[in-house]
């Protein structure tokens, strides 16, 4: 089972990238689905108005993933068609006097090796002689736990209960706190890093195309076909020369 994350940026761009993004994160998510991923978005920044996001985090969890994503890695480029009669052919939909109709998201892989996670099995308990009021009962019962995470150098002390297999639960509550929070903090930073790559997009050679505001996906054109046409042209240029 492998695990990777990507994250989708709009390189801090218009309404309509934010709108396009949007639309891209739902075709992702529909896409990986479909192939037996599973996927979780686990940061999203949202855009003033519903459907439009200015970037994702999303968590992909299963087998040959890269394969799946390397058709999506890079720049996803939207053509805004509209209906000719409801405004002019490549208007903005939110700028009608914008005659821009190209708009581009990134998407790239985020470094899962920053963000690695844990198990509970990594936990080492130690038992400790609880300290402080309670007579007889604590200086004779080691009831306390010190709990380790070598792995991160995290740990605690508990000694709540009498009970050392209930100091035992809430140590390990306790490791899972602190290095979910470490964790976030791993994925906030790493997310952070890939703003600088927001500067990077490029405008041109997208892996994915998409049109219309139904976002349909744009044909790839069969090179085949231009290339008999070429032959065509080529032969009967000989054949009149």
């Not at 409801?86 to 006097?97: A, D, F, I």
């Not at 198990?119 to 007579?135: A, F, L, M, P």
């Not at 791993?186 to 994915?208: C, D, F, I, M, Y």
Request: include cysteine; charged fraction near 25%.
């Amino acid at each position: 089972m492998e695990t990777k994350i990507i994250h989708i940026t709009t390189a801090k761009g218009p309404l309509e990238c934010q709108l396009a993004a949007g639309k891209i994160l739902g075709a992702l998510l529909a896409d990986l689905r479909q192939k037996g991923l599973q996927v979780e978005v686990i940061d999203r920044t949202a855009g003033p108005e519903s459907g439009m996001i200015l970037s994702a985090t999303i968590q992909i969890n299963g087998i040959a993933i890269q394969t799946a994503i390397q058709s999506w890695l890079g720049t996803i480029q939207w053509i805004h068609r509209p209906a000719p009669k409801l405004q002019p052919r490549g208007k903005s939909p939110y700028r009608p006097n914008h005659g821009r109709k190209n708009w581009f998201v990134g998407i790239f892989e985020v470094n899962p090796a920053e963000i690695t996670g844990w198990n509970e099995n990594e936990i080492v308990y130690q038992s400790v002689r609880s300290s402080g009021s309670g007579g007889q009962h604590v200086n004779k019962v080691s009831s306390a736990v010190r709990a380790i995470h070598p792995q991160s150098g995290t740990m605690v002390f508990v000694q709540e209960s009498r009970s050392q297999l209930q100091n035992k639960k809430i140590a390990r509550e306790r490791i899972r706190e602190k290095l979910e929070k470490v964790q976030s903090e791993k994925l906030v930073a790493v997310v952070n890093q890939t703003w600088s790559q927001h500067h990077q997009l490029e405008r041109g050679n997208p892996v994915r195309t998409f049109t219309g505001m139904d976002f349909k996906p744009k044909k790839a054109e069969k090179t085949f076909k231009k290339q008999r046409t070429q032959l065509k042209q080529q032969l009967r240029k000989e054949l009149d020369s």
